[in-house]
Nanobody, 117 residues
Framework: QVQMVESGGGLVQAGGSLRLSCAGS?????VGWFRQVPGKVRELVAS???????DYSDFVKGRFTISRDNAKNLLILQMNNLKPEDTAVYYC??????????????WGQGTQVTVSS
């Protein structure tokens, strides 16, 4: 099982941008970015299929862009116009063939994103 490694988080002011990277994504799978706030369920942020089809949760549409580079085994999340409610630990994982409600890898350490108001 390939461990995915997230990076790129940090502290940013509202309205700012961050670019998250995830190393270890494999071709042939839909991969997704997820986020979790302490005490809350981890939620799907965005996903991209092996063919490049993207899907976004309503709360990030128009602000976040997901992309992948299969040659480099890399997954990217470009986050613009960040809001305080985007504050969370962000994770990446491979989605099962049943969708991203189920993942097929173990969770990594994640990367902390903190947006100040």
């Amino acid at each position: 099982q390939v461990q995915m490694v997230e990076s790129g988080g940090g502290l940013v002011q509202a309205g700012g941008s961050l670019r998250l990277s995830c190393a270890g994504s494999r071709s042939g799978f839909t991969v997704g970015w997820f986020r979790q706030v302490p005490g809350k369920v981890r939620e799907l942020v965005a996903s991209v299929s092996d063919g490049g089809d993207t899907d976004y949760s309503d709360f990030v549409k128009g602000r976040f862009t997901i992309s992948r580079d299969n040659a480099k085994n890399l997954l990217i999340l470009q986050m613009n116009n960040l809001k305080p409610e985007d504050t969370a630990v962000y994770y990446c994982n491979h989605c099962s063939r049943y969708g991203c409600s189920y993942v097929i890898g173990s969770w990594g350490q994640g990367t902390q994103v903190t947006v100040s108001s």
